[in-house]
């Protein structure tokens, strides 16, 4: 009995090792698009991630036909969804300019390929409010502002633009 066990252990924790390899670098860099952060520098990506996998390896015997991906996946929009709303902005990546909201719309839709009736079930929304979110956010990505206006050139008193300096 022991070594049923035992046998049904390793093929579970194979089976898992195939599907972090297999999808740890697709979940990384959503949840890197999510908190906002530069890939290089994703501390916050990586710690949820990391419970998205832990909380996937627990219930791996309850998944039963079900796609782990898509489990590891809500794991991951559901803690950042919990988190996120107390944080203003991401810090410094491509998306750090948008709402947590935003982000989280733009991810699951755009990223993922979630429909959107899915997207607004998954996070409690109304489909036609997913729907504004989202445009918001990919004219926030497409259309960002205008940076500040280039600072005027320092001249010296006396000088004056349109002359050249006497040599």
């Given amino acids: 009995m022991r070594e049923r066990q035992a046998a049904q252990q390793a093929r579970r924790a194979r089976e898992f090792q195939a599907f972090v390899a297999g999808a740890a670098g697709r979940l990384l860099h959503a949840a890197t698009l999510l908190t906002g ?34 489990q590891a996946r809500t794991v991951l929009v559901v803690r950042f969804a919990r988190g996120a709303w107390r944080r203003s902005r991401g810090r410094g990546g491509l998306l750090a300019r948008l709402s947590p909201q935003e982000r989280l719309v733009l991810v699951l839709r755009l990223y993922e390929g979630v429909a959107e009736e899915q997207t607004a079930a998954l996070l409690g929304l109304g489909v036609e409010r997913v729907r504004v979110l989202c445009a918001r956010a990919v004219a926030a990505v497409l259309h960002p502002p205008r940076g500040p206006a280039p600072a005027a050139p320092v001249v010296p008193p006396g000088a004056s633009l349109g002359k050249a300096a006497p040599s």
């Fill in 37 to 70: 952060e530069r890939p290089d520098a994703n501390p916050r990506a990586r710690a949820l991630l990391t419970a998205a996998l832990a909380a996937t390896y627990a219930s791996w015997d309850r998944l039963r036909g079900e796609d782990p991906y898509n």
